[in-house]
Nanobody, 116 residues
Framework: QVQLVESGGGLVQPGGSLRLSCAAFVSIFSINVMGWYRQAPGKQRELVASITSSGATNYEDSVKGRFTISRDSAKNTVYLQMNSLKPEDTAVYYC??????????WGQGTQVTVSS
């Protein structure tokens, strides 16, 4: 069983920053892609950013230039640095890992609220 532990969400004012972390308790060699998704009330879950085992990144258009995804292989952890936050970034953020075996695992979600 793979366990993902997320942290770093919270309440921040517009223009502020947060960093999300997701620690994966699994062999790093088994992980293919790590990513962050978000789901706002009444909306579908959407990809925010992803990073492959080789370091290639992908971002949703609205976060390009503001968010940065990174991974620390030694700690089996993926991060999402979020800068210049906007009210429309408010959502529950989920970590997702895709294994080389094609299995997929999700974190429990962490709330990010951007409001003055």
């Amino acid at each position: 069983q793979v366990q993902l532990v997320e942290s770093g969400g919270g309440l921040v004012q517009p223009g502020g920053s947060l960093r999300l972390s997701c620690a994966a308790f699994v062999s790093i060699f088994s992980i293919n892609v790590m990513g962050w998704y978000r789901q706002a009330p009444g909306k579908q879950r959407e990809l925010v950013a992803s990073i492959t085992s080789s370091g290639a990144t992908n971002y949703e258009d609205s976060v390009k230039g503001r968010f940065t995804i990174s991974r620390d292989s030694a700690k089996n952890t993926v991060y999402l640095q979020m800068n210049s936050l906007k009210p429309e970034d408010t959502a529950v953020y989920y970590c997702k890992i895709s294994m080389r075996s094609s299995s997929v695992y999700w974190g429990q979600g962490t709330q990010v609220t951007v409001s003055s």
